[in-house]
Nanobody, 116 residues
C-alpha cells in the first residue's frame, strides 16, 4: 500500500533553514508527480510546491518562491523540500502528497515552527 513518511521538521528561528524529507513506498514513485502541502492552525491545507515525475519541472506557491526548493531522488524514492529564509508565517504542518488513480494520499506530516 502507499506510504508517505515525512521527517525533518522542528523549531527554527526566523531567517533559518530546514530540509524536509518524504520517504515514499508502495507505488511507482518515478512515474508520479509529488507535492508538498502545508496547513497552519485554523486554516485550510495549501499547496507549497510540486515536482514532475523525473524532476525536470517544478511549481511553487507565490508565498515560497525563491525561498523553498523541491527536489526528488528517484533512486531512493525520496522527495525533499529545502526551506530557506523561514518566516513565522511558514509555521504549520507540512505534508507529502500523491494523487494516484483518483485518490489523494497524504503522510502524517511533520511540524515546522518558526519563532524567536
Amino acid at each position: 500500500q502507499v506510504q508517505l513518511v515525512e521527517s525533518g521538521g522542528g523549531l527554527v528561528q526566523p531567517g533559518g533553514s530546514l530540509r524536509l524529507s518524504c520517504a515514499a513506498s508502495g507505488f511507482a514513485f518515478s512515474h508520479n508527480v509529488m507535492s508538498w502541502y502545508r496547513q497552519a492552525p485554523g486554516t485550510e491545507r495549501e499547496l507549497v510546491a510540486s515536482i514532475s515525475s523525473i524532476g525536470t519541472s517544478t511549481k511553487y506557491a507565490d508565498f515560497v518562491k525563491d525561498r523553498f526548493t523541491i527536489s526528488r531522488d528517484n533512486a531512493k524514492n525520496m522527495v525533499y523540500l529545502q526551506m530557506n529564509s523561514l518566516k513565522p508565517e511558514d509555521t504549520g504542518g507540512y505534508y507529502c502528497h500523491l494523487y494516484l488513480r483518483d485518490v489523494n494520499y497524504w503522510g502524517t506530516g511533520t511540524l515546522v515552527s518558526v519563532s524567536s
